[in-house]
């Protein structure tokens, strides 16, 4: 096998099923399913939800692996960790840590959210499921024994992480800890944001600090690191307060900088995480850089190919195809190689999330919970086409990513209502 092959195949996570959303973004965290739309002679959704839930305030996006959903929320002075059984929304277990309201050093913005923001991060290989609270608490928990911890830490505690600095002429924010953990390997990285080390590197049964980068960045408002490959090697990628920063995994040079492009944004809310396709990056935020921005990434650093008007506020780039769609405001379609801009149509406000399935088409989940099935470029290259759309699910935000597995969407507002719908039949 040769090199690049070995490589591709460590970053690819050890799925349980081919139908599962383990892991933010969805198995590979690019928003690419394997799953169709269901879109059949003008049916999509069914009428009514399958089930309903409250699973706690937040903006934790759900998981599902196997019959499981998983969830985290906050709800009477506790963060809380549920299994759901995706048939009927029933709770299998759960499991409860006490925690604020707002993490300890948060400031501004308390208007629009609360609760745990993180997205848990599932190992299928060992079945232990990873957590991270706003004030920094850290949980591994075992999924085969109805949620009992491992082990836990708390990053502010432990790394004497301080206050987010103000780097910009808006006012300063600092909303906690914001990224979703990821398993690699046998480490689980985190954006701890230390002067340690921006990404730390801990072992995922235990515990216990394998590594820190070489990297010192305080950590970002995003949703978590990305895996990457670079000229055969590991990596990941993640956006920390400064900077694209791009580090290494591979054994001997785990923790070092490959590239850092500077990528500093108002209140510190560069929300929507790298995008990743090959050894290529695009960054996007709608605050004052306004732009998005693709990057070729090499072992001697990051060189930028173009940089467009059309940004994203929450909703992470997925880039498939030849082409780039992204939901804010509008429901954009970008090229891919020149940037330019393909078609535009909708309206989902500032939330936004999508996920492009199998048979072509983007589900888009956005505004207080409008879900919107749009026709990809493959089907429709230079028009928008909105094939169907379910809207005012809920009256809050819709600021958790949507999530589906095995013909079932899943979706949530912030103040912590889940529904489930199951495809049309």
């Known amino acids: 096998m040769c090199r690049l092959s070995a490589m591709v195949l460590v970053l690819v996570p050890l799925a349980a099923s081919a139908s599962d959303w383990p892991t933010w973004r969805g198995p590979l965290r690019n928003g690419l399913s394997d799953e169709t739309s269901g879109w059949s002679d003008s049916r999509w959704l069914a009428e009514q939800p399958a089930w309903s839930a409250n699973v706690g305030v937040g903006a934790s996006s759900p998981l599902v692996v196997g019959n499981s959903?998983?969830?985290?929320?906050?709800?009477?002075?506790?963060?809380?960790?549920?299994?759901?059984?995706t048939l009927d929304g029933k709770e299998r277990w759960s499991v409860r840590y006490k925690s604020p309201e707002y993490a300890r050093f948060h400031n501004g913005d308390e208007g629009f959210y609360s609760g745990p923001s993180s997205t848990p991060e599932y190992d299928p290989k060992t079945k232990l499921i990873y957590t991270l609270g706003s004030d920094g608490d850290l949980h591994c928990s075992n999924t085969t024994a109805e949620g009992k911890k491992v082990w836990s830490t708390n990053l502010y505690d432990t790394y004497k992480v301080k206050q987010r600095p103000k780097l910009t002429r808006a006012p300063m924010r600092d909303y906690g800890y914001t990224s979703s953990p990821l398993v690699h390997g046998d480490w689980l990285?985190?954006?701890?944001?230390?002067?340690?080390?921006?990404?730390?590197?801990?072992?995922?049964?235990?515990?216990?600090?394998?590594?820190?980068?070489?990297?010192?960045?305080?950590?970002?408002?995003n949703a978590g690191p990305v895996p990457m490959v670079i000229e055969g090697v590991p990596c990941v990628a993640l956006l920390t307060q400064r900077n694209l920063a791009v580090i290494r995994l591979d054994a001997g040079n785990e923790?070092?900088?490959?590239?850092?492009?500077?990528?500093?944004?108002?209140?510190?809310?560069?929300?929507?995480?790298?995008?990743?396709?090959?050894?290529?990056?695009?960054?996007?935020?709608?605050?004052?850089?306004?732009?998005?921005c693709k990057l070729k990434i090499t072992l001697k650093g990051a060189e930028q190919v173009w940089q467009k008007p059309y940004p994203s506020k929450v909703c992470t780039p997925i880039i498939h195809d030849g082409s780039v769609y992204v939901a804010w405001q509008k429901i954009r379609c970008l090229d891919w190689e020149t940037g330019d801009q393909r078609w535009?149509?909708?309206?989902?406000?500032?939330?936004?999330?999508?996920?492009?399935?199998?048979?072509?088409?983007?589900?888009?989940?956005?505004?207080n919970g409008k879900l919107i099935l749009v026709e990809t470029a493959k089907r429709s290259p230079k028009l928008f086409k909105e094939l169907a759309a379910k809207d005012k699910i809920f009256a809050t935000h819709a600021w958790p990513h949507v999530a589906l597995a095995d013909g079932r969407v899943y979706c949530r507002d912030r103040d912590g209502k889940m529904v489930c719908f199951g495809l049309a039949k």
């Open 344 to 367: 535009e149509g909708g309206s989902i406000g500032d939330p936004g999330s999508c996920i492009l399935t199998s048979d072509e088409r983007l589900l888009v989940y956005g505004h």
């Open 255 to 292: 923790g070092k900088t490959v590239a850092a492009y500077p990528w500093v944004t108002d209140f510190a809310n560069n929300i929507a995480s790298p995008a990743v396709k090959d050894n290529f990056v695009l960054v996007t935020s709608a605050y004052n850089q306004y732009a998005m």
């Open 69 to 85: 959903v998983y969830t985290l929320g906050r709800s009477d002075g506790h963060d809380l960790l549920r299994s759901l059984n």
């Open 189 to 221: 990285l985190v954006e701890v944001g230390a002067t340690r080390g921006t990404l730390i590197a801990f072992d995922k049964k235990t515990g216990k600090e394998v590594w820190a980068s070489e990297f010192k960045d305080e950590a970002g408002h």
